[in-house]
């Protein structure tokens, strides 16, 4: 397979932005219904708080990917554009509202995550197992995935997030092994990679994403689609790194179109059950379609 050259981002920057990095503008009827929703409700979103690309399409087709245990997280990732800090927020009765969100929304298939509470004893797991819970009593024909953080090794708090009842579990290494400790400075490959282990023992469907453009080579993309692999990972997404502000990590490179297309074709070859690999892919983009 012939490979395309990488657009180095120093000469992305004297050009226009890649016709492959078009987002549409969230607009619509029913981008409009899903924001007095989540207003109403008082809920969070990924969407709002990770600046997702993806955020006009998705709204406008009547979903979104709740946001539970604040909009503060206790990390400080330097990829991410949600808040980072000392939570104040620790709302009990936010399950309650994400369920009755998602019953009315009628959502045939769920997507959640958290912000890291690394702070509380449990990780937050009590908040996410009543979730769970909540939501499968309102809508007990929705599938659910969930999209958890890294809880430091406390893998008791582990089982509790994971054991509500949701058919997927995902959760992220975002870059390759190099660049971990750059990326995710309190975090730990092998540590996740573990998590992942532990999740596909549970017996759940398991999921991860890699982000793509900020220095790693095809080697070392290929290795951790390996490292995944042997882990027990069933679905991987990959996309383009794009920079929340100035005091983000910076873009090095933007991957062509075709380039996102050879690890797609690579990783199902090695054995991964579904990929979904394209610029603005993000991790609960389409998440319905490996279902």
Request: charged fraction near 25%.
């Amino acid at each position: 397979m012939i490979e395309l050259p990488i657009v180095e981002a120093t000469e992305i920057k004297k050009i226009k932005k890649p016709d492959w990095l078009r987002v549409k503008l969230p607009i619509g009827p029913e981008y409009a219904a899903v924001r007095k929703l989540v207003d109403d409700n008082k809920l969070h979103t990924i969407c709002e708080s990770g600046n997702c690309p993806n955020m006009g399409e998705c709204w406008g087709a009547g979903t979104a990917t709740f946001m539970i245990l604040g909009n503060v997280c206790t990390r400080s990732c330097t990829f991410c554009a949600v808040a980072t800090g000392r939570p104040t927020e620790y709302d009990t009765d936010e399950p309650r509202r994400v369920a009755e969100a998602i019953q009315l929304m009628k959502v045939k298939h769920a997507v959640i995550t958290s912000v890291n509470r690394d702070e509380l004893a449990d990780r937050g797991a009590e908040v996410w197992y009543q979730t769970i819970v909540q939501v499968k009593n309102l809508s007990p024909e929705t599938t659910i995935e969930t999209l958890i953080p890294d809880v430091k090794g406390n893998w008791v708090a582990l089982i509790r997030m994971i054991e509500g009842g949701q058919e997927v579990v995902s959760h992220n290494m975002e870059t390759v092994k190099r660049l971990y400790k750059m990326v995710r400075p309190q975090a730990k490959y092998e540590r996740s990679l573990e998590q992942i282990q532990r999740i596909k023992n549970f017996g759940k469907r398991t999921k991860a994403g890699l982000m793509l453009g900020i220095g790693e080579t095809k080697e070392e993309v290929i290795e951790a689609m390996d490292d995944l692999l042997a882990h027990g990972l069933d679905v991987l997404t990959l996309g383009q790194y794009l920079q929340p502000t100035k005091m983000h990590l910076e873009i090095k490179e933007f991957i062509h179109p075709d380039i996102f297309a050879m690890y797609k074709e690579e990783g199902l070859k090695r054995g991964l059950k579904y990929v979904e690999s394209g610029p603005l892919v993000r991790s609960s983009y389409h998440s319905e379609r490996h279902l």
